[in-house]
């Protein structure tokens, strides 16, 4: 089971970064290297674990957008995120943190 959400939330990431590389449009959170990272998971709450949550306590993804962007903040006023600067550690770990 653990296995199959892995492989779930791999595709979903893999399907933003295909997109990332064809030139198509995706939005950066925090940087392109990482782009994947955050719709990843907001996919895989929105199609597999909130149909599972009774009705009072689902939440929408502004919940998690507006959490993703307070923890980007921060990581971008107190560390580096650049993957330039601070390598893909910086990128993904922050990323990471966001989701």
């Known amino acids: 089971a653990t296995t199959d959400r892995m492989l779930l939330l791999d595709c979903y990431a893999l399907a933003v970064m295909e997109e990332n590389a064809s030139m ?3 939005v950066t959170a925090p940087t392109n290297g990482a782009a994947g990272v ?17 009705p009072e306590h689902q939440q ?3 919940e998690f957008l507006f959490t993703a962007a ?10 580096c995120i650049s993957g330039a600067a601070g ?3 910086a990128e993904v770990g922050t990323a990471s943190a966001m989701a």
Not at 38 to 54: F, N
């Open 24 to 26: 198509g449009r995706v």
């Open 38 to 54: 955050v719709p990843a998971v907001l996919a895989y709450y929105l199609r597999h674990l909130r149909p599972l949550q009774s």
């Open 60 to 62: 929408g993804p502004e």
């Open 70 to 79: 307070a923890v980007g903040i921060l990581a971008k006023e107190n560390a």
């Open 87 to 89: 390598g893909c550690q």
